[in-house]
């Protein structure tokens, strides 16, 4: 190959990373020297650590179909998570967790006092994905650990989930937007890498979306949005059936909405049954224990 050809190649995965993620990727600051091939042949070579992450195509939501007939189609059989030594994605769910730690990508990293990459199993059949942290999450470093996680692990005991055995629980963001705004845009944007290299490692067999934040970060909504208008129905993300429902805070604000989050829970239980139908297992398992 010739030396132009490699710097075109280049310039054109550049554009196409800083574009498509919304920030420039740390491996291409610098341009290679490049050298015209001695004879023709292919070089395989492999990317490095940080590469792997942003050349990762990003996983789209697929199409709205209003029909609640649409369910019927998620019923489809979803491959076994892999295991760790696999390394999906070019990393393990620990090194994911450690560029997350390290990243520096908007402007929330100045006020953080600790990342919340995320919390739970690595093979979960569920994964929940909220807004961002809040005051408790930034101190600690978990996930929901304030008064709406209380709240959210009990709305998940009620249908045999559990974030120490069944389950992983994420953020849209990983750090705490200041006075527990929503995350901006941008710095959803800037995330987005780092939650569909969760959703690739972990394959959960279906997704908890709670709150519009998430909603609207992850199905690529704009403008104010209705969470009545998305609740009792099953969307697919990369195959993965997915069923959102309120956020645990909106539930302590507003009681009247917990009789339609238990309906939304019922119905996230009998799709995720169909999906994995020995999901509760290992929960009755841990219980009797």
Same mark, same amino acid.
């Given at each position: 190959?010739?030396?132009?050809?490699?710097?075109?190649?280049? @310039?054109?995965?550049?554009?196409?990373?800083?574009?498509?993620?919304?920030?420039?990727?740390?491996?291409?600051?610098?341009?290679?020297?490049?050298?015209?091939?001695?004879?023709?042949?292919?070089?395989?070579?492999?990317?490095?650590?940080?590469?792997?992450?942003?050349?990762?195509?990003?996983?789209?939501?697929?199409?709205?179909?209003?029909?609640?007939?649409?369910?019927?189609?998620?019923?489809?059989?979803?491959?076994?998570?892999?295991?760790?030594? *696999? *390394?999906?994605? =070019?990393?393990?769910?620990?090194?994911?967790?450690?560029?997350?730690?390290?990243?520096?990508?908007?402007?929330?990293?100045? =006020?953080?006092?600790?990342?919340?990459?995320?919390?739970?199993?690595? @093979?979960?059949?569920?994964?929940?994905? =909220?807004? =961002?942290?809040?005051?408790?999450?930034?101190?600690?470093?978990?996930?929901?650990?304030?008064?709406?996680?209380?709240?959210?692990?009990?709305?998940?005991?009620?249908?045999?989930?559990?974030?120490?055995? @069944?389950?992983?629980?994420?953020?849209?963001?990983?750090?705490?937007?200041?006075?527990?705004?929503?995350? *901006?845009?941008?710095?959803?944007?800037?995330?987005?890498?780092?939650?569909?290299?969760?959703?690739?490692?972990?394959?959960?067999?279906?997704?908890?979306?709670?709150?519009?934040?998430?909603?609207? @970060?992850?199905?690529?909504?704009?403008?104010?949005?209705?969470?009545?208008?998305?609740?009792?129905?099953?969307?697919?993300?990369?195959?993965?059936?997915?069923?959102?429902?309120?956020?645990?805070?909106?539930?302590?604000?507003?009681?009247?909405? *917990?009789?339609?989050?238990?309906?939304?829970?019922?119905?996230?239980?009998?799709?995720?049954?169909?999906?994995?139908?020995?999901?509760?297992?290992?929960?009755?398992?841990?219980?009797?224990?």
């Amino acid at each position: 190959m010739k030396t132009s050809d490699k710097l075109l190649i280049f @310039n054109l995965l550049k554009a196409a990373g800083d574009n498509f993620y919304g920030y420039s990727d740390p491996s291409f600051l610098q341009v290679p020297e490049f050298h015209d091939d001695p004879e023709p042949k292919i070089i395989k070579t492999e990317p490095n650590e940080d590469t792997k992450i942003q050349s990762q195509p990003q996983i789209q939501a697929e199409a709205i179909n209003p029909s609640p007939s649409l369910s019927e189609s998620n019923n489809q059989k979803e491959e076994s998570a892999p295991s760790q030594e *696999k *390394k999906p994605h =070019g990393l393990t769910l620990q090194e994911l967790e450690a560029k997350i730690r390290s990243c520096t990508n908007c402007e929330l990293c100045r =006020g953080r006092t600790n990342v919340v990459p995320g919390q739970g199993v690595t @093979n979960p059949s569920v994964l929940v994905i =909220g807004e =961002g942290p809040g005051e408790e999450e930034d101190k600690q470093g978990l996930p929901f650990v304030g008064p709406a996680g209380q709240l959210l692990d009990k709305m998940l005991a009620a249908i045999q989930l559990d974030r120490h055995i @069944n389950c992983y629980i994420a953020n849209t963001v990983k750090c705490r937007p200041p006075y527990n705004r929503d995350p *901006k845009p941008e710095e959803a944007v800037a995330c987005r890498a780092f939650l569909d290299a969760q959703i690739h490692i972990l394959k959960p067999k279906m997704i908890l979306l709670v709150g519009k934040v998430a909603l609207r @970060n992850i199905m690529s909504l704009e403008g104010e949005i209705s969470l009545r208008r998305y609740r009792g129905r099953v969307y697919t993300y990369s195959g993965i059936p997915m069923i959102v429902t309120y956020h645990p805070s909106a539930l302590l604000r507003n009681a009247d909405y *917990k009789k339609l989050a238990w309906e939304d829970l019922k119905f996230f239980k009998l799709k995720l049954l169909e999906a994995d139908p020995h999901y509760a297992d290992k929960f009755s398992g841990a219980i009797q224990k």
